[in-house]
């Protein structure tokens, strides 16, 4: 080979690699689903912003009469193959949304069971798999007609499914049932389960290569490993709390797990090997849910659901390179690739309307386990508390108190486990504001009808 050859192989390598790892550009989208707002965000991945957002039904609380058009709780995302259509689920309304990416605009939807919960194209992109976590089965749509044409019997409460690219096996991980079903997609049948850690998981990730499933489990903050060929549990990771979804990236040619850990507003990044490793921590906002990464693994990006938008994540460097706010309570969040052909992309979108939450960590007084976390949200002329209480006595009262009030604003029994989740309507924000002097009221959880205490409180707010 001369020099003049020789030069023109290693310029071409060099724009090759760097095409490689080439940034996200305009033509690409980065979407939400934003549970409290029944909107999907979207955004713009080249600069971070958010181009506008397609509205599928109106904020809470503004969903308590009969609802004849519009969905409620805007929860899941899948998407074709082509990037053409964006799926949405709607766990309230039981509903999947078809979406053209290229318009913004609703296609057509379809009514399903109780409760569903995430939705996919399988490899063709002649069907999509909808998992009602409700019931026991997956509902399979024609994505040309939106008609339901058959459903498949899995373990109860099916929570999400993926499906291997060669279009012959899926996998479907349950939120109620300590399970993996594995079904041949041709015939339409469960051919496998496989025994798993916790009864709930929400999402599974194939790692690039499609050779494992990686899933997580909420309940007990853990992710389990399985190799898709033997169909065993190669590997179970203690993860942390509240541990939500997961993503992978290659990293100097190396393939990392990138997971959201809700409870401690981290993503946690872990290597692939045979016994993986926790090699970085990156602090995000408030409760980091949905995660997925660029198709050349230059930037991920997470959903922040109580920061009421999303987050982008240099991983060369493992750290956050932009926060851009998006919509409420977003769950789960996709990348597509060169969705924009032409133009802005901003057909059919509408400006956000909500503002920034407030959230409040609760701390331990006299429950020394106990756990809790609040975000605020401003309605207008009243604000919307959640609560989200842990680790507390099971199947017992708990109030919540402003401090120096008699009545409670909210009102809770947890669960077996000891936790409790629950939304108060009424204007409480201004008492707990940023810059508030010293003397402003604090939240203050007591067990059963105790008034409220803070030396006595099971927990307290930071703030």
């Known amino acids: 080979m001369n020099k003049l050859a020789l030069t023109f192989s290693t310029v071409a390598l060099g724009l090759m690699a760097g095409a490689a790892m080439a940034l996200p550009t305009a033509h690409d989208r980065v979407y939400t689903a934003d549970q409290n707002s029944n909107t999907v965000s979207v955004?713009?991945?080249?600069?971070?912003?958010?181009?506008?957002?397609?509205?599928?039904?109106?904020?809470?609380?503004?969903?308590?009469?009969?609802?004849?058009?519009?969905?409620?709780?805007?929860?899941?995302?899948?998407?074709?193959?082509?990037?053409?259509?964006?799926?949405?689920?709607?766990?309230?309304?039981?509903?999947?949304?078809?979406?053209?990416?290229?318009?913004?605009?609703?296609?057509?939807?379809?009514?399903?069971?109780?409760?569903?919960?995430?939705?996919?194209?399988?490899?063709?992109?002649?069907?999509?798999?909808?998992?009602?976590?409700?019931?026991?089965?997956?509902?399979?749509?024609?994505?040309?007609?939106?008609?339901?044409?058959?459903?498949?019997?899995?373990?109860v409460g099916p929570g999400m499914v993926q499906f291997m690219p060669d279009?012959?096996?899926?996998?479907?991980?349950?939120?109620?049932?300590?399970?993996?079903?594995?079904?041949?997609?041709?015939?339409?049948?469960?051919?496998?389960k496989i025994d798993v850690v916790s009864p709930f998981s929400p999402?599974?990730?194939?790692?690039?290569?499609?050779?494992?499933?990686?899933?997580?489990?909420?309940?007990?903050?853990?992710?389990?490993?399985?190799?898709?060929?033997?169909?065993?549990?190669?590997?179970?990771?203690?993860?942390?709390?509240?541990?939500?979804?997961?993503?992978?990236?290659?990293?100097?040619?190396k393939v990392l797990a990138y997971v959201?850990?809700?409870?401690?507003?981290?993503?946690?990044?872990?290597?692939?090997?045979?016994?993986?490793?926790?090699?970085?921590?990156?602090?995000?906002?408030?409760?980091?849910?949905?995660?997925?990464?660029?198709?050349?693994?230059?930037?991920?990006?997470?959903?922040?659901?109580?920061?009421?938008?999303?987050?982008?994540?240099?991983?060369?460097?493992n750290k956050v390179v932009a926060h851009v706010a998006g919509g409420q309570a977003p769950q789960a969040l996709v990348f597509l690739s060169n969705v924009v052909k032409d133009g802005e992309g901003r057909q059919n979108l509408v400006p956000l309307a909500n503002g920034e939450p407030l959230n409040l960590r609760l701390k331990p007084v006299t429950a020394p386990d106990a756990r809790g976390f609040v975000v605020s949200r401003n309605l207008g002329v009243v604000d919307a508390l959640e609560v989200s209480l842990f680790k507390l006595k099971p199947q017992t009262p708990y109030n919540v108190y402003l401090s120096g009030q008699a009545a409670p604003v909210a009102s809770f029994v947890t669960d077996a486990k000891g936790m409790a989740n629950g939304t108060a309507i009424g204007p409480t924000r201004h008492l707990a504001a940023p810059g508030a002097m010293a003397?402003?009221?604090?939240?203050?959880?007591?067990?059963?009808?105790?008034?409220?205490?803070?030396?006595?409180?099971?927990?307290?707010s930071d703030q």
Do not use: C
């Not at 069907?127 to 009602?132: C, F, G, I, L």
């Not at 499609?210 to 203690?238: A, N, P, Y």
């Not at 942390?240 to 990236?249: R, S």
């Open 43 to 155: 955004f713009n991945p080249a600069d971070n912003t958010l181009v506008g957002q397609i509205r599928l039904g109106n904020p809470r609380p503004d969903v308590l009469s009969p609802l004849y058009r519009g969905q409620i709780n805007v929860h899941g995302m899948g998407f074709s193959p082509d990037h053409k259509t964006l799926v949405v689920i709607s766990n309230g309304s039981n509903s999947v949304t078809f979406i053209d990416t290229a318009t913004n605009a609703v296609k057509g939807s379809t009514y399903v069971g109780r409760s569903p919960h995430e939705g996919f194209f399988n490899a063709d992109g002649k069907e999509v798999w909808v998992v009602v976590r409700g019931e026991d089965y997956i509902s399979v749509i024609d994505p040309t007609t939106f008609k339901e044409t058959r459903r498949i019997q899995t373990a």
């Open 167 to 192: 279009g012959k096996l899926a996998f479907s991980v349950s939120s109620f049932t300590p399970q993996v079903d594995v079904i041949d997609v041709k015939s339409h049948q469960v051919i496998r």
């Open 203 to 253: 999402f599974l990730q194939f790692t690039p290569d499609h050779k494992e499933i990686w899933m997580t489990h909420k309940d007990v903050g853990k992710v389990t490993r399985i190799d898709t060929h033997t169909l065993e549990v190669t590997g179970v990771i203690d993860t942390g709390f509240i541990t939500n979804h997961l993503a992978f990236a290659t990293v100097d040619g």
């Open 260 to 317: 959201t850990v809700g409870g401690e507003n981290v993503v946690k990044v872990y290597t692939t090997e045979a016994q993986a490793r926790l090699v970085a921590t990156i602090p995000t906002g408030a409760l980091p849910h949905g995660i997925w990464t660029s198709d050349d693994s230059s930037r991920i990006y997470v959903g922040l659901e109580n920061g009421d938008g999303m987050e982008v994540i240099d991983p060369a460097q």
């Open 439 to 460: 003397t402003a009221s604090r939240l203050v959880v007591m067990e059963g009808n105790a008034a409220a205490d803070e030396s006595r409180a099971v927990l307290v």
